[in-house]
Every structure is written in C-alpha cells, then in structure tokens.
C-alpha cells in the first residue's frame, strides 16, 4: 500500500472499518433491522464491541445504547465522514477482465461515488458501453477527465505498462488512484495512492492459514 498523504487524524483503518460498518448496516436495512448492537456488529466483523464504539466516538458518534444503535441514522452519519458533500467521479483505466468486473459490480453501489468513464486502448472496447459506462480511447483522457470532473482513478492496465500511465494521471489533474496492478506507483504529494495486489494479500492469507496449521500440529 502507498499513501502520499494522510488528511487527518482518523486512520487508514478507521475508514476502512467505517465502510465495512455501512455496507452492513445497509444490509441490515434492507433486511427490516432497524437497531444493532456494537457487540453484534463487532460480531460480525470480527472484532471488538469497544472496537466499534472508538470508531464511532472517535467520529463523534453517539447514541441511546439501550436499543442499541439506529442503523439507518448511523448509516447517515458515517456518511457525513466518509463521502465528499458532492458526487466524485471515478474513471477505470484499462477495460481488461478486472476493468470489466470493477465496472459491473460497483456501477450504482454508491450514491456519492460514480463510475462516469472508462479508458482503453483496444478497438474492440472503445466505443462500447459497460454497465451504463462508456468507453474512450486513452488518447482523450485529460480531457474526458476535465469534461466530467474526475478525481479518482481505478488502474488496471497490464502490469509491465502501469508506471507509463503516471504522469498522463498527474497532467490530467487525478487526486485519488486505486491501482489494481502488482506493480507499486510513485505518485507526487498530494495523490492518494492505494495499491491492491490480489497475489499479496493471497500470499498473506496462505500464510496465516500455514501458521494456524503449524499451531494446530503442536
């Protein structure tokens, strides 16, 4: 992972935990839940209930713990950390298997997050559309990205080009990259950079399950 900058005190892991909240929370909605303890929570996210209730008071959360919380304006309030008051466009650059799948699966996930373009290369994908999204030739993306004011960036072109996508990314005034390639990038100060390299956190999973293995046999 790569971080150019952090923007306050609330840490990496925070946020990542707030997310992995709302998505439950929102699952619980959908299902008629409309209070849920920290412990459950903490449940099912495999951890803590005071893991849960820092998170929330470290984002000045607070609420009648008798019922416990109330999801749907828990939901609302993590809003008000996570999400930018206004929608931020995302484009995905290389259209390859996980361009597709990113653009299939997220398209509509979020209100305030939205997949606007896409970027390739390949004749046979420019010119189409993907859930909804269309697809351009690289050779208009800073202008694509000024069109429709894109400041986040989901990378997943083949591996042996992603550091040549770097500067057309810093020119065309890109604040937020996700890059989906196994090879780390060097953005400047002031880009936010996450790397996700599904063969390292494999590796990470494979060890843990040897270590527990190992434990186990003793």
């Known amino acids: 992972m790569s971080v150019s900058f952090v923007p306050n005190n609330i840490s990496e892991r925070t946020i990542e ?4 909240y709302r998505r439950t929370l929102l699952d619980c909605l959908e299902k008629g839940i409309t ?6 929570l903490a449940e099912i996210h495999g951890i803590t209930a005071v893991q849960v209730r820092r998170d929330l008071m470290l984002i000045g959360f607070s609420s009648d713990t008798k019922r416990g919380y109330d999801v749907k304006v828990l939901i609302d309030f993590i809003g008000t950390i996570i999400d930018s008051r206004s929608v931020t466009h995302v484009a995905v650059v290389g259209m390859g298997n996980i361009g597709h799948a990113v653009t299939q699966y997220f398209t509509g996930k979020r209100s305030k997050l939205k997949i606007v373009a896409s ?4 004749p046979a994908k420019v010119g189409r559309e993907q859930a909804g999204v ?3 030739h690289f050779d208009q993306f800073k202008e694509k990205v000024g069109e ?4 986040v960036v989901l990378l997943s072109p083949p591996t042996n080009v992603a550091d040549t996508f770097i500067e057309p990314l810093i020119d065309a005034g890109i604040k937020g990259v996700l890059n989906f390639t196994s090879k780390p990038l060097n953005f400047p100060e002031g880009i936010y950079v996450e790397d996700y390299d599904i063969i390292t956190l494999l590796e ?3 060890y843990f ?4 293995e190992l434990i186990k046999k003793k």
């Open 134 to 136: 269309p697809c351009y």
């Open 209 to 212: 399950v040897k270590e527990c």
């Open 119 to 122: 970027f390739d290369i390949d």
């Open 148 to 151: 429709h004011n894109i400041k």
């Open 204 to 206: 990470k999973v494979a």
């Open 17 to 20: 935990r707030l997310s992995g």
């Open 35 to 40: 209070h849920l303890y920290s412990h459950t």
